[in-house]
């Protein structure tokens, strides 16, 4: 099963927003609206921001926002804050016998 | 205090085997589908197994199968993934993660700290 795609990297400033872009295909982004995201600090385990495309889990701030189109997901910040400089991965549901896939991941850098 | 613990990982040979064991507090473990995800050295997250809670279905990632076996220990709310012929390409931090909502892993609400795994000569 091949990872979904994600640009290796992003950079912004303090207070502007940014976007991730996650490219997979009708068999796990496009036909699920199982799509997830992850923020990992280095040495941390991953964090949930995002769930089922848009939702976002209590405690998660409003800055995170998920939505998709077709065969793409997309994770927006808003507001940066140097504190979001981390990596992060999408993830999907897939209909593949693996039922999991995730992203390469993307590395946000806080300018 | 909710929480996942792994332990078991070390240094093992090539071809060897080792069981990783993930001691689950906090929920109703056998109500929701646990799965192994694993982070080699530098590089990203690569989902490798899924235990659906009760239902005991399984799922592999195509570059563990036949070697990797998930299982679970209901009455100690523990989760276990024995890895057997293991590779260099094997090396990294093996999470134990918890499905989001009942027996599907459609997103992970709940991580590990980690357990390293390093295969070598």
């Known amino acids: 099963q091949s990872a979904l795609t994600q640009p290796a990297s992003v950079s912004g400033s303090p207070g502007q927003s940014i976007t991730i872009s996650c490219t997979g295909t009708?068999?796990?982004?496009?036909?699920?609206?199982?799509v997830s995201w992850y923020q990992q600090h280095p040495g941390k385990a991953p964090k949930l921001l995002i769930y089922d495309v848009s939702n976002r889990p209590s405690g998660v701030s409003n800055r995170f926002s998920g939505s998709k189109s077709a065969n793409t997901a997309s994770l927006t910040i808003s507001g940066l804050q140097a504190e979001d400089e981390a990596d992060y991965y999408c993830?999907?549901?897939?209909?593949?016998?693996?039922?999991?896939?995730f992203g390469g991941g993307t590395k946000l850098t806080v300018l | 205090e909710v929480q996942l613990l792994e332990s078991g990982g070390g240094l093992v040979q090539p071809g060897g085997s080792l069981r990783l064991s993930c001691a689950a507090a906090?929920?109703?473990?056998?109500?929701?589908?646990m799965s192994w995800v694993r982070q080699a050295p530098g590089k990203g997250l690569e989902w490798v197994s899924a235990?659906?809670?009760?239902?005991?279905?399984?799922y592999y990632a195509d570059s563990v199968r036949g070697r990797f076996t998930i299982s679970s220990d209901n009455s100690k709310d523990t989760l276990f993934l024995q890895m057997n012929s293991l590779r260099a390409e094997d090396t990294a931090v093996y999470y134990c993660?918890?499905?989001?909502?009942?027996?599907?892993?459609?997103?992970?609400?709940?991580w590990g700290r980690g357990t390293l795994v390093t295969v070598s000569s």
């Open positions: 993830s999907s549901y897939t209909s593949s016998s693996t039922r999991q896939v």
């Open positions: 906090g929920f109703t473990f056998n109500n929701y589908a």
């Open positions: 235990f659906s809670g009760s239902g005991g279905i399984t």
């Open positions: 009708s068999s796990d982004v496009g036909g699920y609206n199982y």
């Open positions: 993660a918890k499905a989001g909502t009942g027996a599907t892993t459609r997103y992970f609400d709940l």
